[in-house]
């Protein structure tokens, strides 16, 4: 199986986190918060602490992985959607990394996502699922990785 890494395991993350790890996927999530590395344990996820504002401070985390999963799109934070979001993917380019889940609540975001997607060949799957609806929003979530695994 694959390596999931999820930036943002937080509540929704772990969930996600759960239903991989149950589908025989490894998972490791991130948190800006060392005191929250416990819970994303609890979840099936290796705990990994890095800022998705300092994309430099996630790149040990992508060792191995084979998709990511951004889930930021409830970050009121317009950066994470523009010039980090960039960054990112300009990174990955050197790394094992062959697909990407962007939680697409920011068309500026889903715009760079799409643009660093073809630019690099990497494969796209835009989150667009209402984060209020946690069924929903998990079975839209684990459908983005499994057609990205495919």
């Keep these: 199986m694959a390596r999931v890494l999820i ?4 509540c929704r993350g772990q969930a996600l986190a759960r239903g991989l790890t149950a589908a025989g996927h490894a998972v490791r999530g991130t948190t800006r918060d060392p005191g929250r590395a416990d819970a994303i344990a609890a979840a099936g996820a290796e705990p990994y602490v890095g800022d998705p504002d300092r994309i430099g401070t996630l790149m040990e985390a992508l ?3 084979t998709v990511v999963c951004w889930l930021m799109g409830t970050v009121p934070v317009p950066e994470l959607h523009a010039g980090r979001l ?3 993917w300009e990174k990955l380019v050197d790394t094992p990394v062959r697909g990407v889940v962007y939680e697409g609540a920011r068309p500026e975001g889903e715009a760079v ?3 660093a997607a073809q ?4 494969p796209l799957e835009v ?9 929903g929003w998990l079975a839209a979530a684990t459908g983005a990785v499994a057609r990205l695994l495919g």
């Design 113 to 115: 996502a799409r643009t």
């Design 63 to 65: 060792h191995g992985v």
């Design 86 to 88: 960039r960054m990112l």
């Design 7 to 10: 930036v943002g395991c937080g």
């Design 119 to 122: 630019t690099w060949q990497i």
């Design 127 to 135: 989150l667009d699922a209402d984060p209020g609806d946690h069924a």
